[in-house]
């Protein structure tokens, strides 16, 4: 069985320029945040970045506070242990049952015995449902 939920991710947008995710991790580290995710996408001219904090309503009012656009998203967050092949199953276990992954970010410290897996998908539920073997 895979831990798997669903998880509001914050979603930032903001000119490219330098500086701006190190303006984003100080307001997030001044509040005492901790992040659990990050990922950071330049598209057209624009920054956006993807959060998962370990107090999302804080960290989304705080950087909203801060004058940056920032939205939410459906996302589903697993924590898969740190073993070769756990995510090949698991994103087979999505394509057997027709579920396309949009977009998929991972963290896995070398060390560590599990990782987090932060992805959006064709439906978010129906994964949540798949990859905890319901």
Do not use: W
């Amino acid at each position: 069985m895979v831990d798997a939920r669903l998880q509001q991710e914050i979603v930032l947008r903001s000119e490219d320029r330098v500086g701006v995710l190190a303006q984003v991790a100080c307001i997030l580290s001044d509040m005492g945040i901790n992040l659990l995710s990050v990922h950071l996408r330049l598209i057209e001219g624009e920054a956006v970045i993807y959060l998962l904090t370990t107090s999302q309503s804080y960290a989304h009012d705080a950087l909203r506070d801060a004058g940056f656009d920032v939205s939410q998203r459906d996302v589903v967050m697993l924590v898969l242990p740190h073993h070769p092949g756990f995510l090949r199953r698991t994103s087979e276990a999505l394509a057997r049952r027709d579920i396309s992954i949009d977009d998929l970010h991972v963290s896995v410290p070398e060390d560590g015995k599990s990782g987090v897996v932060v992805l959006t998908c064709s439906n978010n539920a129906h994964a949540i449902q798949i990859l905890r073997g319901r």
